[in-house]
């Protein structure tokens, strides 16, 4: 089945960048989400990419797609203590005439002050 | 307004119990679903339902029942808790079809069993 993978822990000090990657499987996924968790609240879009592109910036946010690699990455620059979260990367398939989402394991983002 | 909502917020109970978790949204998507999240974050599909169709994962113990009055509404019902169910589950919504799909999720259930 589908299968998203992402590391799990990342640390970074505020006022640097931060990346984080993820890798998916299946190759027919026409978009591919970032969501956020903050502690103790559910999940929300944080931004997303159409598969035809390989790049998209929104404010300090860029999302890198490599579809050949089947890789994909979230960069946040100038990283903020608010930033402190669990992001998932999640990728949309097509299952029995409808559209789902597999999500990764997420990755926590710890910003150091 | 609380675009998708739950309730209640925090559930204990005791092993071999029945009890329910509801969610409404007030978004007018046609599509709903629920989640598990265990103590390690990790997030699965539960189920997902629409008026034409239910789409259960396979893993899901038929104990877990999903129960639709009406589209604003997907309710989960569980029968003989037991303490691996302790989790948060979450309830989403989105509109099906194919533009962006964007899933709105509820704040979470937080269950324990003991």
């Known amino acids: 089945g589908e299968d998203v993978e992402q590391s799990l822990f990342l640390s970074v000090r505020e006022g640097d960048s931060s990346v984080i990657n993820c890798t998916y499987t299946?190759?027919?996924?026409?978009?591919l989400y970032w969501y956020k968790q903050e502690p103790g609240a559910g999940l929300q879009l944080l931004t997303y990419?159409?598969?035809?592109?390989d790049m998209k910036q929104d404010q300090r946010l860029t999302v890198l797609l490599n579809k050949k690699d089947k890789h994909l990455s979230l960069r946040i620059a100038d990283t903020q203590t608010g930033d402190s979260a669990i992001y998932f990367c999640?990728?949309?398939?097509?299952?029995?005439?409808?559209?789902?989402?597999?999500f990764g394991k997420g990755t926590k983002l710890s910003v150091i002050p | 307004d609380t675009a998708v909502s739950q309730t209640p917020k925090y559930l204990v109970t005791q092993m071999g119990n029945d009890k329910s978790i509801k969610c409404e949204q007030n978004l007018g998507h046609d599509t709903m679903y629920w989640y598990k999240q265990d103590s390690k974050k990790f997030l699965k599909i539960m189920f997902s339902y629409n008026n034409k169709e239910l789409i259960i994962n396979e893993t899901v113990p038929n104990r877990f029942s999903p129960k639709s009055p009406d589209k604003a509404h997907l309710n989960l019902h569980i029968n003989s808790l037991e303490l691996g169910d302790s989790a948060v589950y979450f309830c989403a919504s989105s509109q099906a079809g194919t533009g962006l799909n964007e899933q709105y999720f509820g704040p979470g259930t937080r269950l324990t069993v003991t």
């Open positions: 999640a990728e949309r398939y097509s299952g029995a005439g409808s559209y789902q989402l597999t």
């Open positions: 990419i159409f598969s035809n592109m």
């Open positions: 299946d190759s027919s996924s026409t978009y």
